[in-house]
């Protein structure tokens, strides 16, 4: 009797697995497209180089629609060409992503070399609306020239974080800015905001969505860094999207890519899953902000910090509303004769800012 107890036990055991990992194969929102294409060219409003990545419609199911602007900004020191694996990635869910190469000369830091700036935004924003109506541009007809998302990484995600904020603060920032209402949603991966400003500021978002990923093993940037600009950032939705055995550059093709400054901290997880982790999470985030898409909300707010092994996510979708003190002393007064009130306030409970 025993025995047979053991083997349904057994498989039952086996069936819930089996169930769990349809469970979790169903949650998890697949690309959109099976391959992208990508071409080389020069934004004619600035004259910076950019690789463009799009999706490769022929060879998807996915009916004809038009495609979001992601404009991804570069850490410093690194070469556009490393990022061309996630920037594939991201496309595959439906962007049309642009990586601009800007060389800069800050003759106050000694520096001459590889870094963005933020009026790259406005002027790649511009380049793409003209790309659309070119008859001879690959993109004719395919962009959404309305939403505009916006990812970066390292000194580049700093660029976009004081951007949403609408400073314009030197060296992320020359001249005047003003951020484009076509922006809709932001996702960049090992920043912090005092990264090239070196202070911290309340970020005004705007309800901006924002997310943060972060690598627990950043040896250039630690995660603290990232936890304060996290805070920071004044209104939801926003996310702080950990990646665990990740350090600052698993979003590039190589780990240390040649000429960026090097981080000591050797990354536990592969450099392909670590860029497909990152990728992933960044495309559903800007998906189910910017496109509304239910299932990218679904799994961004909901089920991929359960599903997702590699990360922890730390969200908060709404505002937490402010006390009204004529209510609190009813509250008080409520709990006080009825003792069963406090626990049906405390199943109530739903925080905002939660670990999910």
């Given amino acids: 009797m025993n025995k047979y107890l053991l083997l349904l036990a057994g498989s039952t055991l086996l069936y819930l697995a089996n169930v769990k990992a349809a469970w ?97 935004i406005n002027d790649v924003l511009n380049f793409m609306v003209a790309e659309n109506s070119n008859p001879d541009s690959p993109l004719t007809g395919s962009l959404d020239t309305n939403n505009l998302v916006l990812l970066g990484h390292s000194f580049g995600g700093s660029v976009g974080l004081t951007a949403i904020d609408n400073s314009c603060i030197y060296p992320v920032c020359e001249g005047k800015f003003q951020l484009p209402q076509q922006l809709r949603a932001a996702a960049f991966f090992g920043t912090s905001i005092n990264v090239g400003t070196g202070q911290f500021i309340p970020i005004k978002n705007q309800g901006i969505p924002i997310a943060l990923l972060h690598g627990n093993l950043d040896g250039s940037i630690p995660i603290g860094l990232a936890q304060e600009s996290y805070n920071l950032i004044q209104e939801p939705p926003k996310a702080l999207i950990t990646i665990n055995g990740v350090n600052h550059y698993g979003i ?105």
């Fill in 24 to 120: 979790a194969g169903g949650l998890t929102p697949s690309p959109l497209f099976p391959t992208v294409n990508s071409y080389q060219t020069t934004v004619t409003t600035n004259r910076d180089s950019a690789d463009i990545y799009f999706p490769n419609v022929a060879n998807s199911t996915t009916s004809q629609q038009k495609y979001p602007i992601a404009l991804f900004l570069p850490g410093s020191r690194v070469e556009t060409l490393e990022y061309s694996q996630y920037a594939s990635i991201v496309a595959s869910y439906g962007f049309t992503v642009v990586v601009p190469r800007r060389i800069r000369s800050l003759p106050a830091f000694g520096f001459t070399g590889l870094l963005p700036e933020a009026s790259q």
């Fill in 252 to 356: 590039t093709n190589v780990n240390n890519p040649v000429g960026a400054r090097l981080d000591p901290n050797e990354p536990i997880l592969s450099q392909d899953e670590s860029i497909e982790t990152i990728a992933r999470w960044s495309a559903l985030f800007l998906r189910g902000y910017a496109l509304n898409d239910q299932d990218a909300l679904g799994y961004i707010n909901s089920s991929g910090d359960a599903l997702d092994l590699n990360v922890t996510v730390s969200i908060q979708t709404k505002t937490v509303p402010e006390t009204n003190p004529v209510l609190g002393l009813l509250s008080i007064l409520a709990f006080t004769i009825f003792p069963w009130a406090k626990s049906w306030k405390k199943q109530q409970i739903n925080p905002d800012q939660q670990k999910i």
